[in-house]
């Protein structure tokens, strides 16, 4: 037996290579990959550590370790 893997990033393309597997009577199976497997780039792993502390500090806020602004506070900071 021989194992084939195809890459593709057109849903028309797969839905023709579907087509012609299926002709050919050919056993396959369908994965589909997610973003997660490639290395995030600089932007995205900025963006993923600031969303990382900020649940830091919820938690820390709901187990009563630290205080968070109030609404009115941040607003005051900004203006």
Same mark, same amino acid.
């Given at each position: 037996?021989?194992?084939?893997?195809?890459?593709?990033?057109?849903?028309?393309?797969?839905?023709?290579?579907?087509?012609?597997?299926?002709?050919?009577?050919?056993?396959?199976? %369908?994965?589909?990959?997610? =973003?997660?497997?490639?290395? #995030?780039?600089?932007? @995205?792993?900025? /963006?993923?550590?600031?969303?990382?502390?900020?649940?830091?500090? %919820?938690?820390?806020?709901? =187990?009563?370790?630290?205080? #968070?602004?109030?609404? @009115?506070?941040? /607003?005051?900071?900004?203006?």
């Amino acid at each position: 037996m021989t194992t084939l893997r195809v890459d593709i990033d057109n849903k028309k393309s797969e839905k023709v290579v579907l087509a012609v597997f299926e002709a050919l009577g050919l056993n396959y199976k %369908i994965e589909i990959a997610s =973003d997660t497997d490639r290395p #995030l780039n600089k932007k @995205e792993q900025m /963006l993923y550590d600031r969303l990382k502390d900020s649940f830091e500090e %919820i938690k820390q806020h709901q =187990d009563g370790k630290i205080k #968070l602004k109030t609404i @009115e506070e941040v /607003l005051s900071e900004l203006s």
